[in-house]
């Protein structure tokens, strides 16, 4: 969803469910199901999301509704599939990624309760608990956080002193010319005065030093 350049079109997360929906019932049809009502909570406008959907299945009467989850059983039982099955990845990810190679039969229950990161809600306090404790001042996390994910982005702009992340200025390069590797070193014979480069870390060096 953050892909950019090259020409490459964002791939926002309301596609992405929406594509992985359709690919969900794709598969059920595909093991011969006789699909014959399709209940679907929606992400986004309920209406454009119904239309392709029936576009797709169009044997199938196609019901997306918001809170559909309250609505229909069979969503609030899908839901709770759902759920479980993140959950149960969710554990799996944090065992083989969990700090220190603390060996499973090492670990005590309340270790594990203390260290394991949660849902992935904002309403999580474990979730929220381990953000704050396992967040790096300037990378933040791991490939494991949507650093996108307003409870991240907010952390991460809090100020300092409120457990927030340093804020880092790169310097813009106004200098697009590109450079060989030789331009950086000095001949003896060459007055380099006031070139912060070529003495930044003591007396310059001619080619003949490598």
Not at 48 to 77: G, N, W
């Amino acid at each position: 969803m953050l892909r950019t350049g090259s020409g490459a079109a964002s791939y926002n997360l309301n596609a992405q469910a929406m594509d992985a929906t359709a690919e969900l019932i794709r598969g059920v049809y595909a093991r011969g199901v006789n699909v014959r009502e399709i209940y679907v909570d929606t992400v986004g406008p309920p209406a454009s999301y119904q239309t392709r959907l029936e576009r797709l299945f169009p044997t199938a009467r196609v019901t997306v509704a918001k809170k559909a989850d309250s609505l229909y059983p069979c969503v609030s039982a899908a839901s709770v599939c759902a759920k479980v099955t993140r959950d149960a990845a969710l554990e799996t990810l944090w065992r083989a990624r969990r700090r220190g190679g603390v060996e499973e039969e090492e670990e005590t229950e309340a270790e594990a309760e203390t260290m394991a990161w949660g849902s992935g809600y904002p309403s999580d306090a474990r979730c929220v608990s381990w953000l704050r404790g396992n967040m790096h001042p300037v990378f933040g996390w791991g490939p494991e956080c949507r650093f996108s994910w307003g409870t991240a982005k907010d952390m991460l702009e809090a100020a300092p002193a409120k457990g927030g992340g340093v804020k880092v200025e790169w310097p813009v390069d106004e200098d697009a010319d590109t450079h060989r590797m030789t331009d950086f070193f000095v001949a003896k014979d060459q007055e380099r005065d006031g070139d912060e480069l070529g003495t930044w870390f003591g007396t310059p060096a001619g080619l003949e030093a490598f």
